[in-house]
């Protein structure tokens, strides 16, 4: 069965410092990955998908995230942090077949303090 | 192009009611998807529908019900509420179908249901 870890529950990264968020995954066959964010009361907002191609994928508001096959992992970057990325991460396979049900991880709590 | 349209975005229930929670998609959108969200469960996949067909269901009681119109609206249906569906409801769509379509789902804001 598909699946992703997020095996952290909160990242704490100062203003200005570069972050990471953590994902690995275990699939069978070619992985479709995904990272959101969450925003306090909202709804989740696509940042950026690895399909196929390079393994550096860039997304939206400079996350950019990293497919590493060998390891099976798919961290989420970004060079610079800012107060505003504060709020939760999730990481997302798709599952196998024509529908497009997502697998989501549990959440890392990203907290860039000033 | 306007968003996924959820409605209503806040409820209050009692145990024992049951709720409908309805969901517009993004235009041109066919593939419709409900998620559930929990502190505990974090965030599970309830049921997807595409023209109307239920395409994949997730492990949720017979109590969870939903369906999809002609023109792509969804609603979801819960029966006899329980304390433990207290919940953020978020539906999500994608354009379906396709090689051209990675899957990628738009999220609307959700549903915050309350049982009392």
């Known amino acids: 069965a598909q699946s992703v870890a997020q095996p952290e529950d909160q990242v704490n990264v100062a203003e200005g410092n570069p972050l990471t968020v953590k994902c690995t995954y275990s699939v069978s066959g070619n992985p479709y990955l995904f990272w959101y964010v969450q925003y306090p009361n909202r709804g989740l907002q696509f940042l950026l998908k690895y399909i196929t191609g390079d393994n550096l994928v860039k997304g939206s508001y400079g996350f950019e995230a990293e497919f590493n096959k060998s390891q099976t992992s798919f961290h989420l970057k970004k060079p610079s942090a800012l107060v505003s990325d504060s709020a939760l991460y999730f990481c997302?396979?798709?599952?196998?077949?024509?529908?497009?049900?997502?697998?989501f991880g549990s959440g890392t709590r990203l907290l860039v303090r000033p | 192009k306007a968003g996924v349209t959820q409605t209503p975005r806040y409820l209050i229930k009692t145990r024992g009611q049951q709720v409908t929670l309805s969901c517009s998609p993004i235009s041109g959108h066919r593939s419709v998807s409900w998620y559930q969200q929990t502190p505990g469960q974090g965030l599970q996949f309830l049921f997807e529908y595409f023209s109307e067909t239920q395409r994949n269901k997730g492990n949720f009681p017979g109590r969870f019900s939903g369906r999809q119109f002609s023109n792509s609206r969804s609603e979801m249906n819960v029966s006899t509420l329980e304390l433990g569906d207290s919940a953020l409801y978020l539906c999500a769509s994608s354009p379906g179908g396709g090689s051209q379509n990675t899957g990628e789902l738009f999220f609307g804001e959700g549903s915050r249901l309350t049982v009392l």
């Open positions: 997302a396979v798709r599952d196998k077949g024509s529908s497009y049900k997502l697998i």
